[in-house]
Antibody
Framework: EVQLVESGGGFVQPGGSLRLSCAASGFTFSTYSINWVRQAPGKGLEWLSYISDSSSPIYYADSVKGRFTISRDNAKNSLYLQMNSLRAEDTAVYYC???????????????????WGQGTMVTVSS | DIQMTQSPSSLSASVGDRVTITCRASQSIDTYLNWYQQKPGKAPKLLMYIASSLQSGVPSRFSGSGSGTDFTLTISSLQPEDSATYYCQQSYSTPWTFGQGTKVEIK
């Protein structure tokens, strides 16, 4: 079964740090680009970051640029999101989401997410 | 950033009804428009990509159309399991952005 499983969420004080992980299984992780998307409680979806299959290029939303770092370890079939300088407004469910297979699009970046994890909750509060 | 605006924000319809959700982009995005379905407590699910391509495994009662700035998602015959929130998302340029969502309820 194709699957993404996030972990690492929890409760953290403003200004603190947290590292999220996303474990992939059921597909050849090293050939897919992956993204982080979050959803604040009761709110809509916000794309945060993209990492290509080879770890370059990488893109961030302005809301997290300079504070969050995306990375991956293809040998471990794992994706990471290092979150520093956390703020109350970072409180959300964080999803990792796989790009659709390359054969389905002709442009360099698909921006289209076909497999999502179940999400991990991050709460930033004093 | 490209702003995505959906309408309506919510709707209530009966089983078997034809339902249409509209999404408008703040600038032309060609056909780089995706639709997702999200049920409470669950992750989003890709329904349509490149405006009108049906994702594998998605029922054929779902269809998408549009190009440029105006797009629609249509459910031809609403089923009870279609009760969910639907999001459009532009994949034209980063940062990829989502609409605010349309909540579909069954009467």
């Amino acid at each position: 079964e194709v699957q993404l499983v996030e972990s690492g969420g929890g409760f953290v004080q403003p200004g603190g740090s947290l590292r999220l992980s996303c474990a992939a299984s059921g597909f050849t992780f090293s050939t897919y680009s992956i993204n982080w998307v979050r959803q604040a409680p009761g709110k809509g979806l916000e794309w945060l970051s993209y990492i290509s299959d080879s770890s370059s290029p990488i893109y961030y939303a302005d809301s997290v640029k300079g504070r969050f770092t995306i990375s991956r370890d293809n040998a471990k079939n794992s994706l990471y999101l290092q979150m520093n300088s956390l703020r109350a407004e970072d409180t959300a469910v964080y999803y990792c989401a796989r790009d659709i297979p390359k054969r389905l699009y002709t442009v360099p970046l698909s921006g289209t997410f076909d497999i999502w994890g179940q999400g991990t909750m991050v709460t930033v509060s004093s | 950033d490209i702003q995505m605006t959906q309408s309506p924000s919510s709707l209530s319809a009966s089983v078997g009804d034809r339902v249409t959700i509209t999404c408008r982009a703040s600038q032309s995005i060609d056909t780089y428009l995706n639709w997702y379905q999200q049920k409470p407590g669950k992750a989003p699910k890709l329904l349509m990509y490149i405006a009108s391509s049906l994702q594998s495994g998605v029922p054929s009662r779902f269809s998408g159309s549009g190009s440029g700035t105006d797009f629609t998602l249509t459910i031809s015959s609403l089923q009870p399991e279609d009760s969910a929130t639907y999001y459009c998302q532009q994949s034209y340029s980063t940062p990829w952005t989502f609409g605010q969502g349309t909540k579909v309820e069954i009467k």
